[in-house]
């Protein structure tokens, strides 16, 4: 089963992601993990796209379209949570030619607390943990519980690129949901509440 998950910047995607991977039998394939690896490994490409990501723009399609086969085809026939991508219906349509989406799930939370969650986010740059400096904080201050890695803040979770990113988002993105809508593949999950009883409503969904 594949399932795509949709939201704004900050709602979730990758923390829901991350605890159906773990118990759940899935795995994640998230396109801004993979940008970010690419960032890091200093390649041509990640030397390219690394001022548009800290802008909060969208990176050119054919090179996503490149990260996430290469991602796929090593994943071969696991059941996958697209985690931000696809992000634009030229992505969607692309999508359909090499996977097959079964359900596509858009998280939903008020802007006040994706901006709360935005800006107390670190993360742990070798293993990808996501954590909030209040709502999930790790065990040790500043410091990754599973690999004792030093957490950093992303830099693309400046107040100025918050806003550009849910600019994009809504011109961008948002039109996906009417797209998924008329397939008669998306469900909205209200992410309001903890990441405990939002993974309880998603898991009702795939029941
Ligand atoms: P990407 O990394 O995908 O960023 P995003 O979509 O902006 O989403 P985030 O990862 O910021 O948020 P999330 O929803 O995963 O939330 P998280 O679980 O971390 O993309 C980054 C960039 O890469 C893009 O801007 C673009 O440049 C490029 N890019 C990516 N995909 C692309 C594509 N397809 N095409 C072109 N370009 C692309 O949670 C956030 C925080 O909240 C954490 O601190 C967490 O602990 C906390 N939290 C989570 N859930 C809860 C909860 N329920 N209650 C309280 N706190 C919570
Ligand atoms: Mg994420």
Redesign the pocket.
Known sequence: MNIILL??????????AKLLQKDYGFVQL????L??TEIKSKSAIGKKIEP??AS????A?EI?LLLVKKALTKLKKKNIIF??????IK?AKMLENFAKVDLVIN?E?QDK?IIN??S????CPKCGA???IK??PPKKEGICDKDKTKLIH?N??KPSVIKE?LK??KTQTKPLINYYLKKSQLKKVD?N???KN?LKRVLQLLK
């Open positions: 939201g704004k910047p900050g709602v979730g995607k990758g923390t829901i998230s396109a801004g993990d940008i970010r548009i990501v909060g723009k969208l990176i399609d996503t985690d931000g991508y696809p992000r634009e992505q998280l939370a607390k969650r935005l107390g986010r670190r993360i996501i954590y909030h709502n999930q992303r693309d979770d990113r994009v988002h992410a509440d903890n990441p939002i």
